[in-house]
């Protein structure tokens, strides 16, 4: 392997919690019927494709940007608001290693939300490059679609069997295997592994600390 294509929510940052909240909050001041469930079982998809698909469900219409991008904005105020988000833990330990054997490091997302995107290198450490980076600000289809995933291979110019995706959520596991990438579920949030299993992830572990004992042993680094 020599490519890493990390998510950012619950792989990055332990984020997972406070965004669920935050959207609740908000989706249910707009009069959706959105839980902080509801959060988990979207994770991985842009805000953006939520909300078009929340404002489709309640009212039968295509959402327009405008209204898209003034749900999204209070969102992430709300996000804001719950304070700062820690690393996942064990999650700098797994960087520090794939970074002393040379490996690329890629940030592969359906994030917006600039106060996480612009600081990973400071809370997290300096493992990233804005060149290798895939945000929703990036793609046309956000994941489930494989197109984030292809994206960044497609730039990183390695073969795909060289690639790797890391990834907590299921849309976010179905994503990397529709871009025909090895991937690998840590979960880290409050599904079943079976709901990883189940859209094809090639091995599930449950803590990052489970991951680099296997990376350390394995022949894959
Ligand atoms: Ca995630």
């Known amino acids: 392997m020599k490519a890493f294509f990390f998510d950012q929510d619950g792989i990055l940052y332990n984020s997972m919690p406070k965004h669920a909240r935050a959207w609740a909050e908000v989706m249910q ?3 959706f019927n959105f839980t902080e ?5 979207n994770e991985g998809r842009t805000g953006q494709d939520v909300i078009r698909e929340a404002i489709w469900e309640l009212e039968h219409r295509e959402a327009t940007e405008e209204e898209i991008w003034e ?3 209070e969102k992430g105020e709300a996000f804001i608001r719950q304070g700062e988000v820690e690393p ?3 999650v700098i330990d797994v960087l520090r290693f794939l970074k002393k054997n040379k490996k690329e490091i890629w940030v592969v997302t359906g994030s917006a939300q600039a106060s996480l995107l ?3 290198n400071t809370r ?6 804005r060149s290798r980076m895939i945000t929703a600000f990036d793609v046309t289809h956000g994941k489930p679609d494989p197109e984030p995933y292809l994206m960044a291979w497609d730039r990183c110019k390695q073969p795909k069997k060289e690639c790797c995706v890391i990834e907590n959520a299921p849309l976010g596991v179905r994503a990397g295997k529709a871009a025909g990438l090895f991937t690998i579920a840590v979960n880290t949030g409050p599904l079943a592994d079976a709901a990883l299993w189940n859209e094809g992830a090639d091995l ?3 803590s990052m600390k489970e991951l680099l004992e296997w990376l350390r042993g394995s ?3």
């Open 29 to 31: 001041r707009h009069g």
């Open 71 to 73: 749900i999204y904005d």
């Open 204 to 206: 599930v572990f449950p």
């Open 124 to 129: 997290i450490g300096p493992f990233f490059d």
């Open 88 to 90: 996942i833990e064990g």
């Open 118 to 120: 612009d600081n990973l």
């Open 37 to 41: 469930e509801d959060c988990f079982m």
């Open 219 to 221: 022949c894959i680094v």
